[in-house]
C-alpha cells in the first residue's frame, strides 16, 4: 500500500503533490486539515446496542443448545418422536445430516456429527457454537431464561427512550421518497458495488439500514420473544392467543428457530458491513457516540 | 496481518466460550443466573388468573401416538408385584401435613369424582404430545386428608428410581388446587399404560413435563422442601438443575 507522508515530511519541504495522486492524499487526515469527530449515535441506542451485542448472543448459544435436546422441528399443536418433522438435524452411525422435508443435507464435522478434542460426537449443534459447550440442556436453558430478561426489558426501554429522544423520528422514520422502489434498487446496487454513504450522507442511515433496523426491532425480537413466550405452558394458559397467533405450539418453537436464524444472519451481515466501513470509526461511534465523517470519494 | 487478525477472533471466540463455561459453572453467577427462577414464577403467576386453564383439545387433535420418557418400567420387585397383581393390592399414600391420613386402593380412587382433559404434555427437551387424561383431581383428596393450614407444598413420591434416588416431585399449593391438576388412572380411554406411569400419575398442565410424576405412590403435604431429599422439590431439580418453577 502506497504511504501517504505524514506532517513532519511535509514540513521537511518534500516535493511531493506531483507523485501522489489526489484521491490518496484524501485517504487519511492530514496534520493541516483534520476531519473532526461528528455526533451520531445517541446514547440510548449505544447502550443497547452492547447490552444486546451480549444477549443477542448468549440467547443464540445457548438456544442451540436447547435445541440439541430435540434436534427435530414441526408444524403445528404438537410434534414428537413418532410424528414427522420438517426439520432435523441426526447422525448415522458414519454421518452428520441434515434433513429438510425429504432433501437430506451431508453435514459430517459440523452439524449431526463432528469430531472435539479428538473424539466424534453425536450431537446437532457442536461445542463451540453453545453455551455452555458440553451438552447440559439445564444449564443452557438456565442461561436463556436469564438472558431472555436482558433482551426483552432491554428492547422494551429502548423503544421508550427512542419515543422520548426522538430516535424513532429522525433516524427510523420512512419518507414517502426514499420507499421508491427506485431509491431503494439504487441502494441495493450501492451495497453490491461496496460504494457507502460518504460525508454528510453517512450522518444518516441509508433505506436499507432503515429497514433491517425496522424489522429487526418490530418483527424478528417481537416474533423471537412471542413465540418464546408460547413455547411457556404457564403462559399458554395466562395468554391462550399467543397459540393461535403462531399457529400452535410446535409451529412456535419452529418459527423461533426460523427467526433466531434470521437474527444470525442479520449480525453476520452486520458486521461484515462494519467491516467494510471503517470498523475503528463505527466501533468507537457505538461506544463514544461520534464518528469522523467518510470522505466524498474521488470519482 | 491477516493471519493474526485471525488468530485473534480465534482467540477472541474460545476465549468467550470458556468465559462462558466457567461463569455458568461460577457459584456467585450462578446465583444471578439461577434468579431468573423467582423473577419468571413472579411474572407468570402476575399475569395470570391463579385458575387460568390450559388449553384443552378436541379427540382429532390429539397426537397418534404419545410417547413415553424417562422410566418405562419401574424396576423394583415390589412394582413389579403391584403389576403382576394387576395394583389390586397397591394403594396410595396421602399423609405428610393432614389431619387425617389415607390409604386408598386404585379401586377407591377411581370411585371418586373424576376429570377427564385432553391436553399437550410439553418436554423440556422440545416435544410435545397431546394426550387424554381421566382422573382424580388433587384438590379431593388433599381436602379428603384435611390438609393442614401451615403447609406449603405438595411432594409426590415414585416407584421409579432415577439412578439410585426414587423419583420426586412438588408443586405449590397454586398449582395443587388448581382444577386441572389431578392424578390421572387413565389415558387416551383406557387405564394408564405402564410406559406413562401406571396406576397414577400426576397431571400439572401449566408445567413441563418433568413435573408430572409417574407412578405416584404418595402425596406428601410439607411446609417446606427443604428436607426433602436433595431439598430443591424434585429429582431433576436435585440431580441436574432444572428449575423448580417449570412454567417455562
Known sequence: MARIPGARELSQGMSYTASVPLDLARDE???????????????????????????????????LMIFNAHPRLYWGSYGANFDKPWLEIQATPTIGYVQIGDARI?????????????????????GW??????????????????????????????????LVNRHWKHDLTLSPAEIKPRHIWDDIKDHARLKFAVGDAALRYGILQKLSYIGVIFILLPVLIGTGLTMSPAMNAAWPWLLDLFGGRASARSLHFIAAAAMAGFIVVHIVL?????????????????????????? | ????????????????????????????????????????????????DRGALAREYRPDQMSPRFRSNGTAMPASPAYRAHLADRFAGWRL??????????????????????????????????????????????????????????ARYVVFHCADNYGSTPYYESVDLVDAFHPQTILAWGMNGRMLPVENGAPLRLRVERMLGYK?????????????????????????????????????
Open chain 2, 93 to 150: 399414600a396421602v399423609d405428610g401435613m393432614v389431619a387425617q391420613p389415607l390409604s386408598l386402593s386404585l379401586d377407591q380412587i377411581r370411585a371418586m369424582p373424576t376429570r377427564t382433559q385432553i391436553t399437550r404434555h410439553d418436554c423440556v427437551e422440545g416435544w410435545s404430545a397431546i394426550g387424554q387424561w381421566t382422573g382424580v383431581p388433587l384438590k379431593l383428596l388433599l381436602d379428603a386428608a384435611g390438609m393442614r393450614r401451615e
Open chain 1, 274 to 299: 462494519v467491516s467494510l466501513t471503517g470498523p475503528f470509526n463505527q466501533v468507537r461511534g457505538m461506544i463514544i457516540g461520534k464518528i469522523r465523517l467518510p470522505k466524498e470519494r474521488a470519482e
Open chain 1, 29 to 63: 487526515p492530514t496534520a493541516a486539515e483534520p476531519r473532526p469527530l461528528v455526533f451520531r449515535h445517541k446514547l440510548a441506542t449505544r447502550i443497547w446496542h452492547w447490552v444486546n451485542a451480549v444477549a443477542v448472543v448468549v440467547m443464540l448459544m445457548s438456544g
Open chain 2, 1 to 48: 496481518m491477516r493471519v493474526t487478525r485471525r488468530h485473534f477472533a480465534a482467540g477472541l471466540g474460545a476465549g468467550l466460550l470458556t468465559g462462558c463455561d466457567r461463569l455458568g459453572s461460577d457459584p456467585a453467577f450462578q446465583k444471578i443466573l439461577f434468579g431468573a427462577e423467582k423473577l419468571n414464577l413472579g411474572a407468570q403467576r402476575l399475569l395470570s
Open chain 2, 212 to 248: 408430572h410424576a409417574k407412578y405416584v405412590m404418595r402425596v406428601e403435604a410439607v411446609a417446606s422442601l427443604a428436607a426433602v431429599f436433595g431439598g430443591k422439590g424434585g429429582t431433576w431439580e436435585d440431580m441436574a438443575g432444572y428449575e423448580w418453577y417449570a412454567g417455562i
Open chain 1, 129 to 162: 457454537a453453545t453455551i455452555p459447550s458440553d451438552y447440559n440442556l439445564a444449564l443452557a436453558r438456565r442461561w436463556h431464561l436469564a438472558f431472555a430478561w436482558v433482551l426483552g426489558v432491554g428492547l422494551l426501554a429502548f423503544l421508550i427512550a427512542s
Open chain 1, 106 to 126: 451431508d453435514t459430517t464435522g459440523v452439524l449431526g456429527r463432528f469430531t472435539r478434542n479428538g473424539v466424534s460426537e453425536t450431537r446437532a449443534f457442536p
